[in-house]
């Protein structure tokens, strides 16, 4: 232990500020050191701060992005006049499809350009390519870092990444370059895209040998994994840090994680801005990732929108400030979230936070009546229901009828499935219910596995 504890002293001494300041030239650790400051300074000030980033993005979309000069003339908004965040209110919210539509003229005609391109194909699987500058990159890698440390990893330390295996292999030196990166920084990564009884043996096997100091995963590829080490009773390590992402946490997962692990750190983020928000030591909801983002809890009321209140669910809207290359102002990025608590949370960072993640837009069903119902309610209908169900997907269709498909243990029995119907027309009346009991349920390519799917 103590050699380990050396080379993760050597590593973010010298060789991760040797490489990435000294030869790389670039200020991410800088960035780190100062968002170590300012997640502990006043809410009043962090605020300033983002009125002033958010006047700076403003000026410079006006000028050199075309589809926000013309947003921006049509709403009446002067950047040079923005005096605080409520006149983010003025401009409209832009939505996936719009910001597709825009395309190219959504990128900055003069520098910074979007050296960075990346794409998302979101539940329509209609890609939505987007980029950004390298400022932007340096800070969305210093916020992923910070976040990460709230929960005690920090680069150099053992980590075991239980991630999903990307769709296209990528080109052999892009490989070897990623696998020194990992042998250098200590993170094993490990495909969470098979989870059969052997696969979920090796990566217990893999714990015992390597021993990490954190966990890193798919939120629902850790779920099961843990389900099956409480399950055979096989945890023998003391605690051992994990950091859930890229897949909400489901309530009745974190008591799982707590049992096979210790400590659970739920992280939110998305492809378009990266972290959004992360939990800390307190675990008293996710910090938001302000000194990047300004995100807004949105809820429509009628043709109206408003801000949420503290408890309440609504539309996640992000402006990311530090993009000008290709901004997203006001940009929904399709996920439900409720708005935190007001006030600065026991660990004493003054952060904004959200209570929890409901999941996306599209994992949110309809009633008959065209109301919109969280997915979430499968979760706790099955939580009362433990042991009966290994996992479960709700299918609804067109027509609204919804298909739930059911990999049964030998509790499920006919009982069980009365109980399950009851619950659904209790929650879901008026629509139709068709129980299918299957073997397994798929997982998409990237190694995730959807609760709800919402077909359209």
Not at 346 to 374: F, H, I, M, N, Q
């Amino acid at each position: 232990m103590a050699e380990a504890d050396l080379y993760a002293r050597l590593f973010r001494r010298v060789l991760q500020p040797g490489y990435e300041t000294l030869l790389r030239r670039r200020p991410t650790l800088s960035r780190l050191a100062h968002l170590e400051k300012t997640q502990l300074r006043p809410l009043d000030e962090i605020c300033a701060q983002q009125v002033a980033d958010l006047r700076r993005l403003l000026s410079h979309a006006h000028r050199h992005v075309p589809y926000y000069r013309r947003v921006l003339d049509e709403a009446g908004v002067a950047p040079e006049r923005v005096r605080s965040l409520d006149d983010l209110w003025r401009i409209p919210i832009l939505r996936r499809e719009q910001a597709r539509a825009a395309g190219e003229e959504r990128a900055s005609t003069a520098p910074p350009f979007p050296v960075v391109r990346k794409g998302t194909s979101g539940s329509s699987g209609v890609p939505l390519t987007f980029g950004y500058d390298l400022e932007s990159e340096y800070w969305r890698q210093a916020i992923k870092l910070r976040g990460y440390r709230w929960a005690g990893y920090q680069l150099g330390d053992r980590a075991l990444h239980y991630w999903g295996a990307p769709v296209k292999p990528a080109p052999w030196r892009t490989r070897t370059k990623a696998n020194l990166d990992h042998l250098i920084k200590r993170e094993n990564y490990l495909d969470c895209t098979r989870r059969a009884e052997g696969d979920l043996e090796k990566v217990v096997t893999e714990i015992r040998r390597r021993r990490p100091t954190a966990l890193v995963c798919y939120t629902q590829a850790g779920a099961d994994l843990a389900r099956f080490i409480v399950e055979r009773g096989l945890r023998d390590w003391d605690e051992l840090p994990v950091l859930c992402c890229a897949e909400r946490l489901l309530p009745d997962d974190r008591e799982r994680f707590e049992a096979a692990f210790g400590a659970v750190f739920e992280t939110y983020g998305c492809r378009e801005v990266m972290l959004i928000g992360a939990e800390c030591e307190a675990h008293e909801g996710l910090h938001l990732s302000s000194e990047n983002l300004i995100v807004e809890v949105v809820v429509t009321d009628g043709d109206r929108t408003r801000p949420a209140r503290p408890g309440e669910s609504g539309e996640v809207v992000i402006t990311d400030l530090h993009n000008l290359g290709m901004p997203f102002i006001r940009y929904a990025n399709g996920d439900l979230a409720v708005a935190g608590p007001e006030g600065a949370c026991a660990c004493g960072r003054s952060l904004p936070r959200l209570a929890s993640v409901d999941g996306r837009v599209t994992d949110t069903l309809k009633d008959a009546r065209g109301e919109r119902v969280s997915g979430l309610l499968f979760n706790v209908m099955f939580a009362a229901l433990a042991g009966t169900v290994r996992r479960f997907q709700a299918v609804q269709h067109p027509d609204r009828s919804v298909t739930l498909k059911l990999v049964p243990t030998e509790k499920l029995d006919d009982s069980a499935l009365a109980t399950i119907r009851d619950n659904f027309a209790r929650h879901l009346p008026g629509l139709p219910l068709r129980t299918e009991l299957v073997d397994d349920i798929p997982l998409s390519p990237s190694g995730k596995r959807k609760v709800v799917v919402v077909e359209s």
